[in-house]
């Protein structure tokens, strides 16, 4: 009968791969925190009292920054603007992030990872922080529909390759 130790060992052993090398590809979320948030309440404690509903105006930005040759920080920057004819009723910025590590990624996927795949991982968080900053100032929470960041990605290199086909000049001058 083997003993813990027996066990332990041969759930450590390294995957057969001919050279013991681990290189196969793998991504994933190391940790994800919030960054930098602020919330403002500017017409406090009139806002209270306005019956007019404030337009929302919500911008989204993805960043990312290489920390070493496996890890990224990937930034989820969300604003939120709600504005009335009598002024803003509050003002959310937040950047959420995560850790993301990649190994063995060709470039093209690691970048559709890092720009895609890990910002509709990190929204639902960046989402409920916004909700409950909201509440936290006097507000209705702020449900922010799903966003589909896959979409957007494919749209975003489309556009950039008819830009760049447009930008090439055709025939001889």
Not at 12 to 36: C, E, F, M, R, W
Not at 78 to 84: D, G, H, L, M, Y
Request: hydrophobic share 40%.
């Amino acid at each position: 009968m083997a003993d813990e130790g027996d066990i332990l060992t041969d759930l450590d052993a390294t995957p057969a791969t001919g050279n013991g090398a681990d290189n196969l590809p793998s991504a994933g979320i190391i940790t994800q925190y919030v960054k930098d948030l602020s919330v403002e309440n500017p017409n406090a404690p009139a806002v209270y009292q306005w019956k007019e509903q404030p337009q929302i105006d919500l911008q989204f930005n993805i960043g990312a920054n290489k920390i070493s040759d496996e890890v990224t920080e990937v930034e989820l920057k969300v604003n939120v603007t709600a504005k009335t004819s009598q002024g803003n009723a509050y003002l959310i910025e937040l950047v959420y992030c995560g850790l993301i590590g990649l190994r063995n990624v060709p470039e093209d996927q690691a970048h559709a990872f890092l720009f895609a795949e890990a910002p509709r991982l990190l929204f639902p968080f960046a989402r409920s922080v916004v909700a409950t900053a909201v509440q936290e100032a006097g507000f209705q929470p702020l449900l922010i529909d799903p966003i589909d960041f896959n979409g957007l990605y494919i749209q975003q290199l489309q556009a950039k390759r008819e830009q760049e086909a447009a930008a090439t000049p055709v025939g001889q001058a």
